[in-house]
């Protein structure tokens, strides 16, 4: 059985609960979306492999974190990919984010057995709703205008969570990687 091993940034709880409530007001009026009932998170990268791999993951991300530096990250405003199948709201510092990302997916790859199953995420950003119809991201976005969430936060630690790759299941925390 496969899991998906997936390393976050999790957001301040005050965002995390802000991501939440306005996931919770768009179900009502737009239906089903990916994403709603995941932990807001932004996504460095994952994995989807057997259980067996979990401490050669924990021990690789542990090899990359280290010498990692807790950072500011900015939230500035609510917006979405150009295919309007998924709305976010934006860090600005996408460098920030990338410099932590970069040395762990290279410790990554350094283990022939993780190696192929990497997936990067390139573009980071705070999902609030994902694999929205047209329909669906009309409506959302037209009830998130002002498209405006402003919010920061020091990032002190990246975090890893894992579920069985199967429907339904949720994310549980695994570890974290602290970055002082």
């Given amino acids: 059985m ?8 999790l957001p301040a709880t005050v965002l995390a609960a ?16 990916s994403g709603r009932n995941t932990s807001p998170h932004i996504t460095l990268c994952f994995l989807d492999l057997p259980e067996v791999h979990e401490q050669a993951i924990i021990s690789a991300i542990a090899h990359g974190a280290t010498g990692q530096h807790a950072f500011m990250l900015h939230y500035n405003g609510i917006t979405h990919f ?7 709201i ?16 290279a410790a990554l790859k350094e283990d022939v057995d993780l190696r192929d199953a990497i997936r990067e995420t390139d573009h980071p950003h705070l999902t609030i709703a994902a694999g929205l119809k047209p329909a669906q991201f009309d409506k959302a976005w037209e009830m998130l205008a002002p498209h405006a969430v402003r919010s920061e936060e020091r990032v002190t630690e990246a975090v890893l969570l894992k579920r069985l790759l199967r429907p339904g299941t949720r994310y549980e925390p695994v570890r974290s990687f602290p970055m002082p």
């Fill in 82 to 88: 150009p295919d309007h199948r998924t709305i976010y």
């Fill in 90 to 105: 934006d860090p600005v510092e996408k460098d920030a984010i990338a410099s932590v990302r970069t040395p762990i997916i």
């Fill in 2 to 9: 496969l899991h998906r091993f997936l390393l976050t940034i």
């Fill in 18 to 33: 802000e991501v939440q409530r306005l996931r919770d007001l768009l179900h009502p009026q737009i239906g089903g979306f």
